[in-house]
């Protein structure tokens, strides 16, 4: 039994690992230039993000705003929708155009030196928004994760079934 609840903690925590968005924002962050900086506070280590000024592409107000950004699309809601190829298309126009009109518009704001900068930094944001809305085509993201649950459903119900039916199940039990 205590096998069986085991099996079913992992499927689950594998599921919200591949619903979290936690890892693709956490990337961004480090390819714009921040990092995690580890400390103690109450004997209890914790971790906040810091601007490593020496690797940094903008400035931290300018991280946070294209953060801003990012998360609004990079999460669960997105990965469990349902979009057509044009869908995603218009969808990303948009958003390159929003974030190159924030970016010409704050270019001194946000401490970016030049045009190639600029567009790393687009890249950085767009590509994983992209890869969000790809795990959406035409509701790939949510047919794989009714796929697993339905699997773990058949596990869980074989186990109990094996566990009611003792050592010979088709004897009828312990």
């Known amino acids: 039994m205590q096998q069986?609840?085991?099996q079913?903690?992992?499927?689950?925590?594998?599921?919200?690992?591949?619903?979290?968005?936690?890892?693709?924002?956490?990337?961004?962050?480090r390819d714009l230039g921040?990092?995690?900086?580890?400390?103690?506070?109450?004997?209890?280590k914790k971790a906040r993000w810091v601007l490593n000024e020496e690797k940094s592409l903008l400035n931290k107000k300018g991280i946070n705003n294209l953060l801003a950004v990012a998360r609004?699309?990079?999460?669960?809601?997105?990965?469990?929708?349902?979009?057509?190829d044009k869908e995603i298309l218009r969808i990303m126009r948009h958003i390159h155009h929003t974030l190159r009109k924030n970016l010409v518009r704050n270019w001194h704001n946000y401490d970016i030196d030049d045009n190639t900068v600029a567009t790393e930094?687009?890249?950085?944001?767009?590509?994983p928004i992209m890869s969000a809305y790809n795990r959406a085509l035409?509701?790939?993201e949510k047919e794989l994760l009714s796929q697993q649950i339905q699997s773990?459903?058949?596990?869980k119900s074989q186990n109990e079934d094996e566990n009611k039916g003792g050592i010979?199940?088709?004897l009828g039990g312990n």
């Open 4 to 6: 069986m609840r085991g």
């Open 8 to 29: 079913g903690q992992r499927g689950d925590s594998a599921i919200k690992y591949q619903l979290s968005s936690q890892g693709l924002i956490n990337k961004i962050k």
């Open 34 to 44: 921040m990092e995690k900086e580890y400390y103690k506070e109450n004997d209890k």
């Open 72 to 84: 609004s699309v990079i999460d669960k809601n997105t990965n469990l929708s349902e979009y057509k």
């Open 121 to 127: 930094i687009m890249e950085i944001i767009t590509n």
């Open 138 to 140: 035409e509701g790939s």
């Open 152 to 155: 773990k459903e058949i596990i």
């Open 168 to 170: 010979f199940p088709s």
